[in-house]
């Protein structure tokens, strides 16, 4: 049941770390959107401002997903897979 648990901390924890960075990312290419695109050769700077904004939601949405509940340990790993089998 420990290595369920540790498993779960190291998931949490890597899950995090991308937040983090996919949300750095999408900062910085909100913040340097004219110029990127410039340097891209696309016509408008929209294209990497929405690619920028998608990042941050990516983001949001994995950091979310860390902080759901913990399971029990009657719980299921996967509950979809196993409610299919029974």
Do not use: C, D
Not at 20 to 49: D, E, F, K
Request: charged share 10%; no cysteine.
């Amino acid at each position: 049941m420990t290595n369920i648990n540790n498993n779960f901390i190291f998931v949490r924890r890597a899950l995090k770390s991308n937040s983090a960075i996919s949300a750095l990312a999408g900062m910085v290419m909100i913040a340097t959107a004219a110029p990127l695109s410039q340097l891209l050769r696309i016509p408008q700077s929209w294209i990497v401002t929405g690619l920028g904004a998608g990042l941050i939601l990516f983001a949001a949405a994995v950091y979310r997903h860390a902080h759901r509940p913990k399971p029990t340990p009657n719980t299921p790993f996967f509950p979809v897979l196993t409610s299919l089998w029974e």
